[in-house]
């Protein structure tokens, strides 16, 4: 189905072969390569999306713990090896970054911002080798055991755990610090709300969405999510359709003209598929 967009939009494995074939659908693997979910549509795949955590915890590859940092960046550098030999018509991978700091009961989390270039250019190499893409996806902001009804200006952000790549300047920067050919960004505007969601001002928090669009021609991969900006629903990443949401208009409506891929990261059932796809058609 043709909406206007440069390139085949893309929608979750899980959406099943039927729905995709007949809405002219692309597919984005998801971390987990599961045979029976991604054998049947891997012609589909154009795109896939890297682990960012397992039975283990979050995956840590800026950690300033080798060990732990070198068992997970080969965790990704496998996954890429394994979406290659899965998926004939793979273009990009993506991956999130890496935890600043992560609390667990019994353990903590630390990264450095050198470690996670490193890291990056590390799996650029791998990706690199078979030709493909490698997009670096903004993360999102945490608001564990926050009440809605507490203002975001009551919030003490360092009793929360933390990722790279949350503010829009940190997230560009990372791709500029690793420099390499083939390391673009990738956008997810429900994470974006997420962290736009620590100013109390509506206005300010408009103006931080915009701000992940100044990324530019590096901006290459778009998780197309809608969230709720105007009230502190939107602290949680809700993966939204599109036009359900109450982000910016004209930020919907740039995405929707961008140079990049864009995904559809969510599926709830065909009707609203077809509501969002016909919101997208009208932007």
């Given at each position: 189905?043709?909406?206007?967009?440069?390139?085949?939009?893309?929608?979750?494995?899980?959406?099943g072969r039927e729905v995709l074939d007949r809405f002219g659908l692309k597919v984005e693997a998801p971390t987990r390569l599961d045979a029976e979910?991604?054998?049947?549509?891997?012609?589909?795949?154009?795109?896939?999306?890297?682990?960012?955590?397992?039975?283990?915890?979050?995956?840590?590859?800026?950690?300033?713990?080798?060990?732990?940092?070198?068992?997970?960046?080969?965790?990704?550098?496998?996954?890429?090896?394994?979406?290659?030999?899965?998926?004939?018509?793979?273009?990009?991978?993506?991956?999130?970054?890496?935890?600043?700091?992560?609390?667990?009961?019994?353990?903590?989390?630390?990264?450095?911002?050198?470690?996670?270039?490193?890291?990056?250019?590390?799996?650029?190499?791998?990706?690199?080798?078979?030709?493909?893409?490698?997009?670096?996806?903004?993360?999102?902001?945490?608001?564990?055991?926050?009440?809605?009804?507490?203002?975001?200006?009551?919030?003490?952000?360092?009793?929360?755990?933390?990722?790279?790549?949350?503010?829009?300047?940190?997230?560009?920067?990372?791709?500029?610090?690793?420099?390499?050919?083939?390391?673009?960004l990738c956008l997810d505007p429900s994470h974006a709300c997420t962290y736009a969601?620590?100013?109390?001002?509506?206005?300010?928090?408009?103006?931080?969405?915009?701000?992940?669009?100044?990324?530019?021609?590096?901006?290459?991969?778009?998780?197309?999510?809608?969230?709720?900006?105007?009230?502190?629903?939107?602290?949680?990443?809700?993966?939204?359709?599109?036009?359900?949401?109450?982000?910016?208009?004209?930020?919907?409506?740039?995405?929707?003209?961008?140079?990049?891929?864009?995904?559809?990261?969510?599926?709830?059932?065909?009707?609203?598929?077809?509501?969002?796809?016909?919101?997208?058609?009208?932007?």
């Amino acid at each position: 189905m043709d909406v206007g967009t440069r390139y085949s939009l893309s929608i979750s494995a899980k959406a099943g072969r039927e729905v995709l074939d007949r809405f002219g659908l692309k597919v984005e693997a998801p971390t987990r390569l599961d045979a029976e979910a991604v054998d049947p549509v891997a012609d589909l795949v154009v795109t896939a999306h890297a682990p960012y955590s397992d039975s283990g915890g979050r995956l840590s590859i800026a950690d300033v713990d080798d060990g732990i940092r070198e068992a997970d960046i080969e965790k990704i550098a496998a996954y890429i090896e394994a979406a290659v030999e899965r998926f004939p018509n793979l273009r990009k991978v993506n991956m999130h970054c890496s935890p600043k700091r992560w609390v667990y009961e019994d353990q903590v989390l630390v990264g450095e911002y050198g470690r996670l270039i490193d890291a990056v250019r590390r799996l650029a190499r791998v990706a690199s080798s078979h030709g493909l893409e490698l997009v670096v996806e903004n993360n999102r902001a945490y608001w564990e055991g926050v009440s809605e009804d507490v203002s975001a200006d009551q919030v003490d952000r360092s009793e929360q755990n933390e990722y790279f790549g949350v503010m829009p300047e940190e997230w560009r920067q990372i791709q500029q610090d690793v420099d390499r050919s083939n390391v673009f960004l990738c956008l997810d505007p429900s994470h974006a709300c997420t962290y736009a969601q620590i100013s109390a001002d509506l206005d300010k928090r408009r103006e931080v969405m915009m701000a992940y669009l100044k990324a530019g021609d590096t901006l290459r991969h778009v998780h197309w999510n809608g969230n709720d900006l105007e009230t502190n629903v939107g602290r949680q990443d809700t993966h939204m359709c599109i036009g359900t949401d109450s982000l910016p208009v004209e930020f919907h409506r740039a995405i929707k003209g961008w140079d990049a891929t864009l995904l559809l990261e969510h599926f709830y059932s065909v009707e609203a598929l077809e509501a969002e796809l016909a919101y997208i058609e009208a932007l």
